[in-house]
């Protein structure tokens, strides 16, 4: 099994920034993706970002220019830094990890952080 741990949520003014950790523990033997989804309230879940081990990383058109994923593979934790943030932005947010390969995978999920944009 594997744990993921959240935190960093918290509100913020518009143009405010913070930074999203998410740390994993447990039986790890190969991390195939690690990134963050976030569920804006009345709608669905949606990415946010996400690296693929070796590979650049990957942002949903909103937050591009914005946010900023980034991984410390030694320490297993992945980063979210928001900046520049906007009312759209306030969801709950949820770290993800893929462990496996892309044809055998099993993904695992955060308990979620809340992020609220408001003045």
């Known amino acids: 099994q594997v744990q993921l741990v959240e935190s960093g949520g918290g509100l913020v003014q518009p143009g405010g920034s913070l930074r999203l950790s998410c740390t994993a523990s447990?039986?790890?033997?190969?991390?195939?993706?690690m990134g963050w989804y976030r569920r804006a309230p009345g709608k669905q879940r949606e990415l946010v970002a996400t690296?693929?081990?070796?590979?650049?990383?990957n942002y949903a058109d909103s937050v591009k220019g914005r946010f900023t994923i980034s991984r410390d593979n030694a320490k297993i934790t992945v980063y979210l830094q928001m900046n520049s943030l906007e009312p759209a932005d306030t969801a709950v947010y949820y770290c993800n990890v893929v462990t496996g390969t892309v044809y055998a995978a099993t993904n695992y999920w955060g308990q979620g952080t809340q992020v609220t944009v408001s003045s």
């Open positions: 447990g039986s790890i033997f190969s991390i195939y993706a």
């Open positions: 690296i693929i081990t070796g590979r650049t990383p």
